[in-house]
């Protein structure tokens, strides 16, 4: 099955930034647009922030109260039937906490990615039992059943197919400090197959991978976090957490991210260098 093309995540999205601004050209605050409408304030709140769907007679009473024409109608109410299909990630909800099928979704849309791991080899990039090691590292904590372990580790590929290796893949800046390539999870084997794979990945034409060197000075003091580029849509980054996650939307945070990572690029080593520590790391797993 061929994977899905676009977000309904970022159709909810879409909408309710388009029923906003439609609102704010009219002159109309949000609780006079409900007074109008006979609607509560926080209703008109919540399906402007994509918290609440609209029914297709809530887009027709909007519609009219800020003098649409036709067409802008119809466009509303496809939007709204492309935002009420599932996605992929979906599939997996019972496993994955509510913030990271948030991501996926928003992930499935973007057309770039930046993203700084000074931990683990990134999601995007693990093999199954890599993956499965990492996921396990957590289970005591997280409390994860054996079953959510296998759910988990599904998703993580399924997401690679839908993701890396889609029709229309987004580009990807990936920077890994290098103890993430040293941090044993599972048999040396294990290890030294991820190497192996990353370097594989490495080689994809949308892809580029680069590693800090342990030696270089640390050049932002940082966690892990993964920016994501839309077009016609604004940035979002996303920070992981071990029991939640957040993301950033204030557009001078979302600079301020994108800033830190390019500067963590610029002290990494270049792609074929980078290649050359991979490796080594690779043959390292051997003894």
Known sequence: ????????????????????????????????????????????????????MPSVDDIKALAKLYKLDE????????????????????DYEDALPQEYTRFLGLEAEATYQRNWEPQLVPGLFQTEDYAREVILATRGIARITHSGVRSRVEARLDRQRRVLHRPDPGQMSVVLDESALMRRFGEPSVMRAQMEHLLEVSHLAHVSVRVLPLESLHPINTGA??????????????????YTAHFVEDLERVAGYETAFDHIRSKALDEDESRVLVQSKAMSWRR
């Open 71 to 90: 067409g802008k109608v119809d466009e509303l109410v496809g939007l709204l039937r492309d935002a009420e299909q599932r996605g992929w990630w979906e």
């Open 1 to 52: 099955m061929p994977p899905q093309q676009g977000s309904p995540t970022v159709r909810r999205l879409r909408l309710g930034q388009e029923l906003r601004l439609l609102r704010e050209r009219r002159n109309l605050t949000g609780a006079k647009a409900a007074a109008e409408l006979g609607w509560s304030p926080s209703k008109v709140s919540r399906v402007e922030a994509a918290k609440t």
């Open 225 to 242: 976090f993964i920016h994501l580029k839309f077009t016609g849509f604004d940035d979002v980054v996303y920070l992981e957490q071990l």
